[in-house]
């Protein structure tokens, strides 16, 4: 089955979701929302992304942590307070709770200097360096709908 060259029901159905996205503009799509989208717990798509990956019928991506900062920095800012606060060192977002985030180096790594950042970007932080997103390879777009 593993090296069985067709896609099952249910990996039709998660490469099928990939490619109406990629004609959406959609590239690249976290785990989770495949997940969502295709009715499947989160592990189950793992297993079969991981599996359609081997087989070139999707192809991974992940985000890095200073890929992750740059994208964070260039959003659009917006308030979520009324009253002055304090701002957010990487979207600008005037905030009444910053969080402490070790960056450039991870905490774990060893890092020591920290930012002072906003509950957004720290919660989009940790999820786009700690998803794994995909999207369906020109393969899938040719041959699963042949
Ligand atoms: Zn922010
Ligand atoms: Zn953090």
Redo the contacts with the bound molecule.
Sequence with gaps: MRTHPEPSAQEFRVISHLIRCRHDGIRFRSTNLIAQHCGINRRTANTVLQQLAQREWVSARTVSDNEAHEL?ATKARYSLATTPGSE?E????I?PVLEKHHHPIKARDGGQETVN??G??HAEFHFLTESVFYCATEKACLEALA
């Design positions: 964070l957010c990487w979207c600008g977002a905030t950042i906003c957004s970007c």
